[in-house]
Structures are given as structure tokens and as C-alpha cells.
T-cell receptor, first 113, second 112 residues
Framework: DAGITQSPRHKVTETGTPVTLRCHQT?????MYWYRQDPGHGLRLIHY???????DKGEVSDGYSVSRSKTEDFLLTLESATSSQTSVYFC????????????FGPGTRLLVL | QKEVEQDPGPLSVPEGAIVSLNCTYS??????FMWYRQYSRKGPELLMY????GNKEDGRFTAQVDKSSKYISLFIRDSQPSDSATYLC????????????FGKGTKLSVIP
């Protein structure tokens, strides 16, 4: 987890409320990723960024948006949280866009009631 | 057929045993292969990284890639209770692909 922090680490929210998760890195890596991890599904890519203000959708992007205004910060927003978005969210960073190696943060546990 | 298949286990072995963890895949474009270790309530930690076919050894861990069979393995020698974790395989096609494709993970318990 060195060089990657996620906040908050735990959050409980209600259906219909917006939620923003933050990923902060001190490694100056160009690429940043948001995943969710659920039992039976493994890790699934939500969105990724290949530079400041450059983002793209992953496998499960519906209901999520992202922003990256600085190299070190990548924000994930749940526009209107639903119970199906209860999950553990991981941020990852990489120095190369070839998908070779990614380094993960400690995760955020989100519960949507 | 899913792109990456990994037996979820759980796998339980006695301390000191040799552990074999495996993944199969269907996408012949995959060139980079990784193993991550994930302790309970922690983020995945990169354990081994291999490019193309062959073996790579790091201490008690050996990663093998057989591209002809689309099969990768992770061997753990002299397993320790501290090896108890979920092991995730991951792979990518490399340049321009951006994304890793993960297996669902195998949960391993090493019993003292």
C-alpha cells in the first residue's frame, strides 16, 4: 500500500445520496484505476485514468463517474448510491499503460443502506 | 467461457507442504502474467510478475507460464501459516491494453 492512500476507509450511506471516494498517490504514476471487489465476481474495473483529465470507462462503469484534476488524485463518485454498489473499492496505480503491473491501495468499504 | 478461470478453493494444507495454485485463460493475446496475494481486509499485493512463457523464482515462490496450454501456476514451497491468504492471478495483453484481467482468487489456509 506504500504511496497510495484511500479515503474514507469505511463509509455507511443511504440509498440515493451521492458519495465520493478519494485515491491519493505519492508515486507520481501516470495511470490510476478504480476497481470494485465483490464475492463471486472478483476484481472488476470501474474507470481508469491515463493522465490528468484523461479517463475512460471500464467493465462496470454505470452509476459511477470519475475525475482527475491532478496527477496525485483520482476521485470516484457514485452519483446516486444504490444497494448494489455496496462493495469494497480499490484504487490502483501503474507507471506503464501496458497493463503489466498495478499497485493497489488499502481499499474503502462502502455500505449503502 | 470466462477469460480467466481460477479455482476458488478453499485450499487447506499443512505447514511445510508444497502448494500449487493455477489459472487457465482463453485470450491468446495475454503476454504479461501476475500473481497477487491478498490478506483478509487488505488490498492485493503484487507477488510475482512474468512476461511470456517460462519460469520465475523468488525465494519460496515459483511462477510458471505455459502459453501453449494457456495455463499459469504459482508454487509455494515450505508453506507457512503467514502464507494464508487469497491468491489472485492477473494477466494483460500489454501495450495499449491498460487493463488487467483477474481471476476470482483462490483462498489458501496453511495449518500449523
Amino acid at each position: 500500500d506504500a504511496g497510495i492512500t484511500q479515503s474514507p476507509r469505511h463509509k455507511v450511506t443511504e440509498t440515493g445520496t451521492p458519495v465520493t471516494l478519494r485515491c491519493h498517490q505519492t508515486e507520481n504514476h501516470r495511470y490510476m484505476y478504480w476497481y470494485r471487489q465483490d464475492p463471486g465476481h472478483g476484481l472488476r474495473l470501474i474507470h481508469y485514468s491515463y493522465g490528468v483529465k484523461d479517463t475512460d470507462k471500464g467493465e462496470v462503469s454505470d452509476g459511477y463517474s470519475v475525475s482527475r484534476s491532478k496527477t496525485e488524485d483520482f476521485l470516484l463518485t457514485l452519483e446516486s448510491a444504490t444497494s448494489s454498489q455496496t462493495s469494497v473499492y480499490f484504487c490502483a496505480i501503474a507507471n506503464s499503460g501496458g497493463g503489466e503491473t498495478q499497485y493497489f491501495g488499502p481499499g474503502t468499504r462502502l455500505l449503502v443502506l | 467461457q470466462k477469460e480467466v478461470e481460477q479455482d476458488p478453493g478453499p485450499l487447506s494444507v499443512p505447514e511445510g507442504a508444497i502448494v500449487s495454485l493455477n489459472c487457465t485463460y482463453s485470450n491468446s493475446a495475454f503476454q504479461y502474467f501476475m500473481w497477487y496475494r491478498q490478506y483478509s481486509r487488505k488490498g492485493p499485493e503484487l507477488l510475482m510478475y512474468t512476461y511470456s512463457s517460462g519460469n520465475k523464482e523468488d525465494g519460496r515462490f515459483t511462477a510458471q507460464v505455459d502459453k501453449s496450454s494457456k495455463y499459469i501456476s504459482l508454487f509455494i514451497r515450505d508453506s507457512q501459516p503467514s502464507d494464508s491468504a487469497t491468491y489472485l492471478c492477473a494477466m494483460s495483453a500489454g501495450a495499449g491494453s491498460y487493463q488487467l484481467t483477474f481471476g476470482k482468487g483462490t483462498k489458501l489456509s496453511v495449518i500449523p
